[in-house]
């Protein structure tokens, strides 16, 4: 007993010094110095009203919301027929295509970047937003995935065979019975798929140009000044997550639910 409570106090200790940088953050998003500084002499909402009142702040974090939009719609698009063929099909070499289909995930990041940036270069979509969209697709594909075929694990196939049984087509069961079944998984996934957009920093470094997203303005402010600035954008980031990920779940758990 004293062994787990002592198990239970290290992982609170540990917890709580990974998330002090978090928490510091907030303080100095409401600073009044000039300059970043902790604890800040005062309180202001000056570089939030700085953040709403810069255009190249406000395009940076419009044009990172569109592309996490577009490469969520594009993931699902790929990811949902590649999970069914994966839990349903049986064909020669779908080992070989769950591998693939878990690169990203395996192979670094900055390769990921180098790979795509030497083929974007030729195609001529560096700068370009909708080729931002297919790398960043890239990346989020192996969570749409996981997702998808973890939700088609747990699907009760007897509800679709009732449906066929019924005189139901095979496109009419997957519209009106597969798929608002599957709706948890799907809009998970979908999730999934914008946050790894939106968060990510190293392709969007190869890749976006004088375009930037919002990952991208930051990594770039920090190099040329740091101000306050920076800290009220992380706030609002770390805020929009926190919903993004409480969103993922509650529909992992209504998942849950309409499995049992």
């Known amino acids: 007993m004293k062994g787990r409570h002592g198990l239970i106090a290290a992982c609170a200790i540990i917890y709580f010094f990974l998330m002090l940088p978090l928490l510091v953050v907030f303080p100095i998003s409401l600073s009044s110095a000039p300059y970043m500084q902790f ?12 953040y ?6 406000i395009d940076a974090t419009w044009r ?10 594009l993931a699902l698009a790929l990811g949902v027929p590649l999970a069914f063929s994966l839990v349903r099909g049986k064909f020669f070499g779908r080992g ?5 289909a878990m690169a990203p995930v395996i192979v670094p990041t900055i390769i990921v970047s180098v790979a795509v940036y030497g083929l974007f270069a030729k195609l001529k979509l ?3 937003w909708y080729g931002l969209v297919v790398a960043h697709t890239v990346l989020a594909l192996p969570f749409v995935v996981l997702v998808m075929v973890a939700g088609l694990r747990d699907f009760d196939r007897g509800l679709e065979q009732a449906a066929e049984g019924l005189g139901a087509s095979r496109l009419r069961t997957l519209m009106r019975v597969t798929l608002p079944l599957l709706r948890p998984s799907l809009v998970s996934a979908g999730l999934l798929a914008f946050i790894t957009s939106f968060d990510e920093v190293v392709v969007a470094l190869f890749l976006s140009g004088a375009n930037m997203t919002l990952p991208k303005k930051m990594f770039d402010n920090i190099l040329m000044e740091i101000d306050p600035t920076i800290a009220a ?4 980031q770390i805020v929009l997550v926190t919903i993004v990920l409480v969103l993922i779940g509650r529909f992992g758990r ?7």
Do not use: H
């Not at 604890?39 to 700085?50: D, I, K, L, T």
């Not at 709403?52 to 702040?57: G, H, I, N, V």
């Open 254 to 260: 209504g998942l849950s639910a309409t499995a049992r």
């Open 39 to 50: 604890p800040p002499p005062g309180f202001s909402w000056q570089w939030y009203e700085r």
């Open 126 to 128: 560096i700068g370009m």
């Open 52 to 57: 709403l009142d810069d255009p190249q702040w």
């Open 96 to 100: 070989i295509l769950d591998r693939i």
């Open 233 to 236: 954008v992380s706030v609002m």
């Open 64 to 73: 990172s919301l569109y592309v996490g939009v577009a490469t969520a719609v």
